[in-house]
């Protein structure tokens, strides 16, 4: 079992060895490529930066699984070991704070660019809040064209409502003046019924 563990640990320690090697060419490449930036405008630069920014995840996910072989290993060999990956931590770190600023700052030219709606930053130029601001004003007029004709159909709609009571009310009027003369016709049946009553009467009894 002792030869079992001390050949666990030299295969832990080869491991160690084999992450701290790429690591260590990951951070140069990186640093390398931080290094070209400055000279780097545009669209060359945010894509670079990008790249960076993914050779630095990279390296943070190296330096975890230094981080979990050396928790393996006994105290007397992971003690020297943890010094390391605390440094690799601090340049991955400095890395990090590098990008950072390099990704805050905008070349001149850039500036100039972006300022005349030429680069990649157009939406953060004045010409790109010009034409926000255009975009918003001819939004703008469309709602209030919506809105006139929106009133048009309204107002449309109300003649036409007005209409039709119109058409109601005299259909209404002319209804109760055939009703009207329905009930006179009523009551001159009634009386010629009447009259009609009293002449057979008159007939029947001599009268």
């Known amino acids: ?15 160690f060895r084999q992450y701290e090697q790429d ?7 990186t640093s390398r490529k931080i290094g070209l930036l400055e000279a780097l405008n545009g669209d060359a630069r945010r894509k670079k930066l990008s790249e960076i920014e993914g050779d630095l995840r990279q390296a943070e996910d190296v330096l975890k699984r230094m981080d979990l072989e050396v928790r393996s290993l006994p105290a007397d060999q992971s003690k020297p070991l943890q010094a390391k990956v605390k440094e690799y931590k601090a340049d991955l770190a400095s890395l990090k704070t590098q990008v950072q600023k390099a990704a805050a700052s905008m070349p001149a030219g850039d500036a100039a660019r972006a300022e005349l709606g030429l680069g990649g930053d157009y939406a953060s130029s004045s010409a790109g809040q010009r034409d926000r601001m255009l975009t918003a004003t001819q939004r703008l007029e ?12 309204l107002m449309q709609t109300e ?5 039709v ?16 003369t329905m009930e006179d016709v009523n009551g001159d049946v009634t009386k010629s019924n009447s009259i009609l009553k009293g002449m057979n009467w008159r007939a029947k009894f001599g009268f």
């Open 1 to 15: 079992s002792v030869v079992l563990l001390h050949q666990a640990t030299m295969d832990a320690s080869a491991l």
């Open 142 to 153: 469309k709602t209030n064209d919506v809105l006139d004709y929106g009133k048009q159909t």
């Open 165 to 180: 009571l119109e058409e109601l009310q005299r259909q209404r009027e002319t209804l109760q003046r055939s009703k009207k």
């Open 159 to 163: 003649a036409a409502g007005a209409a």
């Open 23 to 29: 690591y260590c060419t990951k951070s140069t490449d």
